[in-house]
């Protein structure tokens, strides 16, 4: 079946530093991958995709590219901001079936 | 926006009492979709639908149940309330073309 493996958390970084947040997956066929973000009290945004091997998915100065040979697709943002601060889902769906298969969620923090 | 709104947003009720869930979507699309969030879980499917009339289990289907008379409702009903059931409900909507999905503000239920 599938499955989607996150880095855990809870992540906590100064503003302006670097963000890496990992994600794998297990999947049959070939996945499309997303990233969704919750703020505090709110339900889930996409907030970028990629549906296809090397595909590069970006939005508000977060990336994210499609590895196929890793089987990952981990976000990245050069400046994080205290706005930033959110739980960070990854996601796929594979097969007809359109079900979202979602990892378990990393709480960012980000200090002034 | 996509227009999907939940109701209640909040409700507290008691243990073996029945409970009826509300997601009202505004633009006719044709999949549906219901999850709950707990702690440490993500997001876990609980029912979805394909058209009005056509739904199918998740992952989690267990103590729920659901029905599509039309194509902007879907509901979700809890014949015997649980405290297990005690989660935050989450409606999604996807679009005829392509995969991601679209999310509700979320209704949090709590059994006591």
């Known amino acids: 079946g599938n499955s989607v493996t996150q880095m855990e958390g809870p992540v906590t970084l100064s503003e302006e530093a670097f963000l890496t947040i990992n994600c794998t997956y297990t999947?049959?066929?070939?996945?499309?991958l997303f990233w969704y973000v919750q703020y505090p009290g709110e339900g889930l945004q996409l907030l970028l995709k990629?549906?296809?091997?090397?595909d590069k998915g970006s939005n508000k100065g977060f990336e994210a590219t499609y590895r196929k040979e890793t089987t990952s697709f981990h976000l990245e943002k050069g400046s994080v901001q205290v706005s930033d601060s959110a739980v960070y889902f990854c996601a796929l769906v594979s097969g007809s079936a359109r079900q979202l298969t979602f990892g378990s969620g990393t709480q960012l923090t980000v200090l002034p | 926006d996509a227009g999907i709104t939940q109701s209640p947003r909040h409700k507290v009720t008691e243990t073996g009492t029945p409970v009826t869930l509300r997601c009202h979507q505004t633009e006719n699309h044709r999949y549906m979709y219901w999850y709950r969030q707990d702690p440490g879980h993500g997001l876990r499917l609980i029912h979805y639908s394909y058209g009005v009339k056509d739904t199918d289990k998740g992952e989690v289907s267990d103590g729920y149940s659901v029905s599509r008379s039309k194509t902007e409702d879907f509901l979700l009903t809890l014949e015997s309330a649980t405290s297990s059931q005690t989660s935050v409900y989450f409606c999604?909507?996807?679009?005829?073309?392509?995969?991601?999905?679209?999310f509700g503000p979320g209704t949090r239920l709590t059994v006591t």
């Open positions: 990629a549906t296809k091997a090397d």
């Open positions: 999604a909507i996807s679009m005829d073309r392509g995969y991601e999905q679209y």
């Open positions: 999947a049959t066929g070939y996945p499309s």
